[in-house]
């Protein structure tokens, strides 16, 4: 299994980045996504993570109402639309897939058994 994280980028504050990332197994609908981010000198922590098949979703707090993860099965590909971002926000973000997880690890970087190199989100104040 492969994980490709892309779309992060350089942005004012208040503007907008599309994160994706595009897998490798050919039962994507069965996995669990996630996004994670990681920040100079913190530890690994939640962003977002969508159920297998689609619909439901689950955000960390920090994010509530500012993004939105979403999946294309069909493109083996999840996505996390970034809006109103914030200087914090700054981080290399990693999206991360597992099979077995259930809801009360969705948070957990712990859990997920695959990851994505990273992209790096930048934004300015």
């Known amino acids: 299994v492969q994980l490709q994280a892309s779309g992060g980028g350089l942005v004012q504050a208040g503007g907008s980045l599309r994160l994706s990332c595009a897998a490798s197994?050919?039962?994507?609908?069965?996995?669990?996504m996630g996004w994670f981010r990681e920040a100079p000198g913190k530890e690994r922590e939640f962003v977002a993570a969508i159920k297998r098949g689609g619909g439901t979703t689950y955000y960390a707090d920090s994010v509530k109402g500012r993004f939105t993860m979403s999946r294309d099965n069909a493109k083996n590909t999840a996505y996390l639309q970034m809006n109103s971002l914030r200087p914090e926000d700054t981080a290399v973000y990693y999206c991360a897939a597992d099979r077995s997880l259930i809801l009360s690890e969705y948070r957990s970087p712990n859990g997920y058994h695959y990851w994505g190199q990273g992209t790096q989100v930048t934004v300015s104040s």
């Open positions: 197994m050919r039962t994507f609908r069965d996995y669990v």
